[in-house]
């Protein structure tokens, strides 16, 4: 096998992620964008999703899992690095946040702050940013997803902002030029709230 110039330089990890959404709400594609600019960069990634009632507007759940090595495995992620919230009423599931790992990474799609939720749990980081306006101002709609993913994307640097456009990119293109366009508009719009201190809580 011949190694990219990231995976010679690139430090070992692994890092699992969950993405809880809703039916309608691009949960599943969030996940297959995040494996795919991983993937890109030159990583190991999976990304699958879990479907409870298939309608619209039921909870949705899909996990991505990024390695420097080969990754074995292939069940659901019990215990993740991070995870991201499309909808805040999800959060009346206590199950929500379980196993994430202390120190974990909270991405929440909110207009509130973290200290309106669950201070301090686990030593866990929170990220909270209208992923909801965002996706109105830029696609049209209340579609949080890759606003959340430029988000999750800044505050862990587990992969980088260009690998996500060319994902978005790649993974849109069909859907024609504005669609990849505003896409990558929300996407740049979660990664500068983040790196620009909004929406952060340590």
């Not at 929170?126 to 579609?143: A, D, E, K, T, V």
């Not at 505003?182 to 909004?198: C, D, K």
Request: hydrophobic content about 40%; proline content about 4%.
């Amino acid at each position: 096998m011949i190694l990219t110039d990231r995976q010679v330089t690139m430090s070992p990890c692994f890092h699992e992620i969950r993405f809880h959404g809703r039916g309608g709400q691009g949960a599943v594609s969030a996940a297959a964008l995040l494996a795919l600019a991983a993937f890109n960069e030159g990583f190991e990634s999976q990304a699958f999703p879990k479907f409870g009632s298939e309608r619209r507007g039921a909870p949705v759940e899909a996990y991505v899992r990024i390695s420097s090595t080969v990754i074995r495995g292939h069940n659901q992620v019990y215990a993740p690095d991070a995870v991201v919230i499309q909808d805040v009423s999800l959060l009346r599931s206590k199950a929500l946040l379980q196993g994430l790992k202390n120190e974990g990474l909270i991405v929440l799609n909110s207009e509130q702050q973290e200290a309106d939720f669950n201070k301090g749990r686990n030593g866990s980081r929170w990220i909270c940013l209208p992923g909801n306006r965002i996706g109105q101002n830029f696609l049209g709609r209340p579609l949080p997803n890759t606003a959340l993913l430029g988000a999750l994307a800044a505050g862990t640097g587990w992969v980088n902002l260009p690998a996500l456009e060319q994902a978005v990119e790649s993974h849109l293109v069909r859907k024609g030029e504005e669609m990849v366009k505003a896409n990558i508009e929300a996407l740049r719009e979660g990664y500068r709230f983040v790196s620009q201190g909004e929406g952060v809580v340590s």
